[in-house]
């Protein structure tokens, strides 16, 4: 099985996304609590350049944080364990906004391993991918699990997710 899901069609950027490395990705939220919350009618994408943004001016003002008072504000082992065990994804808005859907484009094709899944382009754009589950990429059933961004499909998401085609 291989682990890249395409992002293509109307687009004007096609993208290859490695879900290998989204762990590493800021960006990346716990699943187990994803939905539990009450999210902001602040966008992803927003709410992210305004992180952005803060640590930015932070950095001009304040310096970059020294390896070792960084490593003393974030216990290694406790990230190490989170990582390890825990069940992440990831916006799936910010991978749409980067390969810049074209203006005709309404829907979204999921390509699945169990046949062909269509949505709205608004509905893909606030949905997540899951990559992770109890600290493992998801090999059995994956590369990615698409979920609604309401999570009404929480309990059986749309998996084995190989190709995301914007029609």
Sequence with gaps: MEFIVALNGKVNYPLTLDPGVWIFDDRKENLNTLFDEQKDKESEQEKYLKDVSAHWDRELKEGAVPPAEKDKQTPK??????????????????????????????????????????????????GYLAFSENGKPLKEDGPVHFYFGDGSNKENPIKRVTAITVI
């Design 77 to 126: 082992k406790t990230l190490k364990e989170t990582l390890l065990t825990g069940s992440f994804a990831i916006s799936l808005s910010y991978f749409i906004y980067n390969a810049q859907p074209q203006p005709e484009a309404k829907k979204v094709r999921f390509e699945t391993g169990d046949g062909n899944v269509e949505i709205t382009l608004k509905e893909a754009q606030d």
